[in-house]
T-cell receptor, first 111, second 113 residues
Framework: AQRVTQPEKLLSVFKGAPVELKCNYS??????LFWYVQYSRQRLQLLLR??SRESIKGFTADLNKGETSFHLKKPFAQEEDSAMYYC?????????????FGTGTQLKVEL | DTGVSQDPRHKITKRGQNVTFRCDPI?????LYWYRQTLGQGPEFLTY????????KSRLLSDRFSAERPKGSFSTLEIQRTEQGDSAMYLC???????????FGQGTRLTVV
C-alpha cells in the first residue's frame, strides 16, 4: 500500500533562511508526487508537481527515486511562506487518480 | 468564486442524527473526490466519481456513509446515525479529464456532540 511520510509537524525558520520540508514515500509503482499548501483560512491548493520540474514562489522539489523522497526546498524563506504544507502521492484508482497525503508540516517563518 | 463550492461550511449535530453535505465541482470537471481530514492528519481518500459513476470507495467509508453524484454534476455525502468519531473536515475536490491538479473546496467541518 502507498504511504507518505512527513516527519516534521512544525518547522520554524527565520526570514531569509533556507527551508527544507521533508517528504518520503512508499509505493511500488511509478510515483507521481505533489506538494499542496494551505494558507491560513484558505483552501488547500496545489503548489507544485514533480512532473513539471517547475519553481513556484521560489520553491522547488526534486524526486529522488533512490531515496524515495520528494523534499520541498526554498533558498530564502519569506514571511508569506508561513502555511501548512502537504506532500501527496497520486495513484490510479478506478480509472482515475486519488491522492494519498502525508500528515503535513506547519512552516512558520519568523521575522 | 468559480472554484469548488461546499455547503454547509460548518455543521453541528447530535450523535445519532443524519447529516448531508453538498459539493459543487468546477463546471465541466468530470472527476469528483471526497476526502476526510481529522485533526493533525492529512486528508484521507473516501470516494471517487467519474461523471455519475462511483468508481471507488475507501474502506474508511462505512455502511453509514453514502455518496451520490446524480447527473454527474454536484455530489452529496450523507452520514447516517452520526458518531463522535465522524467529527472531521470533509473535503471535496474535482479534476478535469486528463488534468493532474485536484481543486479543493473549503470543506465542511462536522462536529458531532
Amino acid at each position: 500500500a502507498q504511504r507518505v511520510t512527513q516527519p516534521e509537524k512544525l518547522l520554524s525558520v527565520f526570514k531569509g533562511a533556507p527551508v527544507e520540508l521533508k517528504c518520503n514515500y512508499s509505493y511500488s509503482g511509478s510515483p507521481e508526487l505533489f506538494w499542496y499548501v494551505q494558507y491560513s483560512r484558505q483552501r488547500l491548493q496545489l503548489l507544485l508537481r514533480h512532473i513539471s520540474r517547475e519553481s513556484i514562489k521560489g520553491f522547488t522539489a526534486d524526486l529522488n527515486k533512490g531515496e524515495t523522497s520528494f523534499h520541498l526546498k526554498k533558498p530564502f524563506a519569506q514571511e508569506e511562506d508561513s502555511a501548512m504544507y502537504y506532500c501527496a502521492l497520486s495513484t490510479v484508482t478506478g480509472g482515475g487518480n486519488k491522492l494519498t497525503f502525508g500528515t503535513g508540516t506547519q512552516l512558520k517563518v519568523e521575522l | 468564486d468559480t472554484g469548488v463550492s461546499q455547503d454547509p461550511r460548518h455543521k453541528i449535530t447530535k450523535r445519532g442524527q443524519n447529516v448531508t453535505f453538498r459539493c459543487d465541482p468546477i463546471s465541466e470537471h468530470n472527476r469528483l473526490y471526497w476526502y476526510r481530514q481529522t485533526l493533525g492528519q492529512g486528508p484521507e481518500f473516501l470516494t471517487y466519481f467519474q461523471n455519475e459513476a462511483q468508481l471507488e470507495k475507501s474502506r474508511l467509508l462505512s455502511d453509514r456513509f453514502s455518496a451520490e453524484r446524480p447527473k454527474g454534476s454536484f455530489s452529496t455525502l450523507e452520514i447516517q446515525r452520526t458518531e463522535q468519531g465522524d467529527s472531521a473536515m470533509y473535503l471535496c475536490a474535482s479534476r478535469p479529464l486528463g488534468g493532474t491538479e485536484a481543486f479543493f473546496g473549503q470543506g465542511t467541518r462536522l462536529t458531532v456532540v
